[in-house]
């Protein structure tokens, strides 16, 4: 299974951008990138996903670099509400199933 | 409603007595699975499903069970439930895609005395 790291902590500015690092060297040609967050001990929720363009929904951006050796989440004006632990996962495909590997994650904390 | 839904919110028992924690979802997603989440370790997946009558060990299986009858149900079962099994659980399911995304349900805090 392709392997993420990410800082275990950030803070950021409410208003600033907050930028999320995610590296994942070993991923594979057919996997995905996720994030997810979770904001103190609720479900995980979806961000946004990419294979190997930049993204962008309505609440953040997916940049990845073009060997996808490593991507980074922007929340380009960063909330209180925005306060949770963010997670980088890569989707593997495997013939029986597949799995989904969660890292540590990031707890990004948003300072007033 | 689209969502995840988990019964029980919050469990307490005794070690060795058997429980069964709900998961069902109203989205016809053929993937389903379990996660636990403790302090310092993230989420762990116990087990997933691909669809009805097909199911797979994650990464801390052990001491879990679980089955898919039905397309939209996804029961996890401690058959005997021991101290290191308090954790919060997650159910979480997706239409089967490599680009789909999961729906998580809200939650089970488990303990077991």
């Known amino acids: 299974d392709a392997k993420t790291t990410q800082p275990p902590s950030m803070d950021c500015a409410e208003g600033r951008a907050a930028n999320l690092p995610c590296n994942h060297s070993?991923?594979?040609?057919?996997?995905?990138v996720y994030w997810y967050r979770q904001i103190h001990s609720q479900g995980p929720q979806y961000i946004i996903h990419?294979?190997?363009n930049n993204e962008t929904n309505e609440m953040a951006s997916l940049i990845i670099t073009e060997d996808r050796k490593s991507s980074t989440l922007i929340l380009p004006h960063a909330t209180l509400r925005d306060t949770a632990v963010y997670y980088c996962?890569?989707?593997?495909?495997?013939?029986?199933?597949?799995?989904?590997?969660f890292g540590e994650g990031t707890q990004l904390t948003v300072n007033p | 409603e689209a969502q995840v839904t988990q019964n029980p919110r919050y469990l307490i028992t005794v070690t060795g007595k058997k429980l069964t924690v709900t998961c069902s979802q109203n989205?016809?997603?053929?993937?389903m699975s379990w996660y636990r989440q403790d302090p310092g370790l993230g989420l762990r997946q116990i087990y997933y499903?691909?669809?009805?009558?097909?199911?797979d060990k994650g990464d801390v299986p052990e001491g879990y069970k679980v089955s898919r009858k039905e397309k939209r149900n996804f029961p996890l079962i401690l058959e005997s439930p021991s101290p290191n099994q308090t954790s919060l659980y997650f159910c979480?399911?997706?239409?089967?895609?490599?680009?789909?995304?999961?729906?998580f349900g809200s939650g089970t805090q488990l303990s077991v005395l």
């Open positions: 979480a399911s997706s239409l089967w895609r490599s680009n789909e995304k999961l729906f």
């Open positions: 070993t991923i594979s040609g057919n996997e995905y």
């Open positions: 990419g294979l190997k």
């Open positions: 996962i890569v989707r593997v495909k495997e013939t029986s199933g597949s799995r989904l590997t």
């Open positions: 989205m016809n997603h053929e993937y």
């Open positions: 499903s691909m669809n009805v009558e097909v199911t």
